[in-house]
């Protein structure tokens, strides 16, 4: 089976960088993603990761090291519209390339 | 334009009923997927269809069943409603099951079972 971790919540504040961890135990691994979702509407995509490093995209980064089984999103200049969930995903060819998520962590920006 | 489009946007219903909920994307993917989000908003997926072939179906009750009339199309149907399939549905696709594309979502349905 898929296991994801991640905090459940954060609180950060406005403008300051904010790093949300998420650790997995997959077979088959094929890429990792993170998205975005406000409260009441759809998870909206922000990034993946297929090899190891740093993908950068605007004011959001995400890490992998996949020998630690280990991911990070990274956001910076932290605005209040940032305040969401953020779902990390895991997509294992072991079992037909499925997405397998985590619960999760929400967080909350504060001025 | 819509990308992903799910209809009824909300579902009250009873127990014991049988009901669908539709959705349609019109970003030329070939793969479609079912998602339920509980209230604890653990996203878990259902089903997966790709070009009309059920590709993984997950340990859901057999109540649910996806119908697939094409690509663009996957309908979700749940006979007789339990309670705890109370959730918020949501529709997803992407290019290719094969390769590591992300997901489109659509806006989601809520369904409340009474």
């Known amino acids: 089976g898929q296991n994801i971790d991640q905090p459940t919540e954060m609180t950060a504040t406005e403008g300051a960088i904010v790093q949300i961890n998420c650790t997995y135990q997959?077979?088959?691994?094929?890429?990792l993603f993170w998205y975005q979702q406000h409260a009441g509407e759809a998870p909206t995509f922000l990034s993946y990761n297929v090899l190891d490093g740093l993908e950068e995209k605007g004011r959001f980064s995400s890490f992998l090291s996949r020998s630690k089984g280990y991911s990070y999103l990274l956001l910076k200049e932290l605005q209040m519209k940032d305040s969401a969930s953020y779902l990390c995903?895991?997509?294992?060819?072991?079992?037909?390339?499925?997405?397998?998520f985590g619960t999760g962590t929400s967080l909350t920006v504060i001025p | 334009d819509t990308a992903v489009s799910q209809t009824p946007k909300y579902l009250v219903t009873q127990m014991g009923n049988d009901k669908s909920i539709k959705c349609e994307q019109n970003?030329?993917?070939?793969?479609m997927y079912w998602y339920k989000q509980d209230s604890k908003k653990f996203l878990k997926i259902m089903f997966s269809y790709n070009n009309k072939e059920l590709i993984i179906n997950e340990t859901v009750p057999n109540r649910f069943s996806p119908k697939s009339p094409d690509k663009a199309h996957l309908n979700l149907h749940i006979n007789s409603l339990e309670l705890g399939d109370s959730a918020v549905y949501f529709c997803a696709s992407s290019h290719r099951m094969t390769d590591a594309y992300e997901q489109y979502f659509g806006p989601g349905t809520r369904l409340t079972v009474t």
């Open positions: 970003l030329g993917h070939d793969t």
């Open positions: 997959t077979s088959g691994f094929n890429g």
């Open positions: 995903a895991v997509r294992a060819t072991n079992t037909g390339n499925q997405f397998y």
